[in-house]
């Protein structure tokens, strides 16, 4: 943990034990001279301890993780027992504004870290929080889902044969646990790098907000922060009555034809080998294709597309199979 400091300083303005603050970045206006703002919500208890620093729709499109963190405030979840909780609801607030994963020019956000002052405005917001916010951080939780219309099962994102991020994992305790390697420019890389651990939650997909992913972040987070000893004793704690399934190995399935989409298997479902996980059809009733599962495992993301494109990523799924590095372990949501 880092040196305890009893007065925070973000932005210039300063935080005491005991404060709740909202503190608005103005990185930059829109074209209308609309000022846009990036709310920090900052708890403080009069009892030290780590800083918690709770994130959302890095990608603007991501709204699960917005309703997540907006729960996690109104419920008050965000009131330490000890210690400083940094909540920001909305990220990429341009992206949000266009219901879009990227920043107006195209630039996706988590693949602009740590970011560069005088580069891309998603570039600037990296920088800004890189090194404004992030200092602050003993632990980061990140909410995301699966991009377009992949869904993703319930699952946190470990750099693989980091023993402490697992042990977390294990103490957040969703459906799933997912091994999948830093990539570059990330958020997660460069926590990585400044030996911040971080929690990265993925579930559901892009513009939608559902109930149950929502839980499972909410109550991951509450597991969480009781681990800490942060957690107000006035909330509950439950464990699931499974606890988190690590998946070491996984690979994408790609379309092997293009047009109409059918699923036939739901997500979080353990299919055997040789199941068929969807069919792929004309749409004139004369070529029905079926998409076989290569091997047992868990399903973990369903793409819930109607149409498909040959080579579209549509099922991620746990393997044993050591051929499964490579390009098929490419996250290729987060
Ligand atoms: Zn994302």
């Known amino acids: 943990m880092k040196e305890f400091v009893k007065t ?9 034990l005991g404060e709740s603050r909202t503190i608005d970045f103005n990185i930059a206006k829109l074209y209308t001279s609309t000022s846009i703002e990036i709310p920090i919500i900052i708890e403080r ?3 030290p301890g780590p800083t918690v620093l709770i994130t959302a729709a890095i990608h603007g499109d991501e709204i699960n993780g917005v309703e997540i963190v907006r729960q996690l405030i109104s419920r008050k979840i965000n009131k330490p027992k000890r210690g400083t909780i ?41 920088y800004f929080f890189t090194n404004e916010i992030l200092p602050h951080a003993d632990y980061c939780v990140d909410f995301h889902t699966g991009g377009a219309s992949r869904f993703n099962a319930p699952q946190v994102r470990i750099n693989p044969g980091d023993e402490n991020l697992l042990k977390l994992a294990k103490i957040f305790n969703v459906p799933f646990s997912v091994y999948s390697k ?10 990585g790098k400044k030996g911040i651990p971080i929690i990265l939650f993925e579930g559901g997909k892009s513009l939608e907000s559902n109930t149950q992913i929502v839980n499972y972040g909410v109550r991951g987070t509450k597991r969480f922060l009781y681990y800490l000893n942060m957690l107000d004793s006035k909330f509950n704690v439950t464990n699931p009555s499974r606890d988190t399934v690590v998946i070491e190995k996984s690979r994408w399935i790609r379309a092997q034809k293009s047009g109409l989409f059918h699923l036939k298997i739901k997500c979080n479902e353990l299919v055997k080998k040789g199941a068929t996980l969807a069919t792929i059809t004309d749409p004139y009733g004369k070529m029905k294709f079926n998409v076989i599962a290569p091997n047992k495992g868990y399903v973990i993301n369903v793409n819930q597309a109607p149409i498909v494109h040959q080579g579209d990523a549509i099922f991620h799924m746990s393997t044993k199979d050591d051929q499964a590095q490579g390009e098929e372990m490419e996250n290729i949501d987060e």
């Open 8 to 16: 925070l300083e973000i932005l210039g303005e300063k935080i005491e």
């Open 182 to 191: 830093n990539l570059k420019k990330t958020y997660r890389s460069t926590c």
């Open 86 to 126: 940094i909540s920001i609801p909305i990220l990429n607030v341009f992206g949000f504004l266009n219901t879009d994963r990227a920043f107006p020019d195209g630039r996706d956000l988590n693949r602009s870290f740590p970011g560069n002052r005088r580069g891309s405005l998603a570039s600037r917001v990296a």
């Open 45 to 47: 208890s009069i009892h």
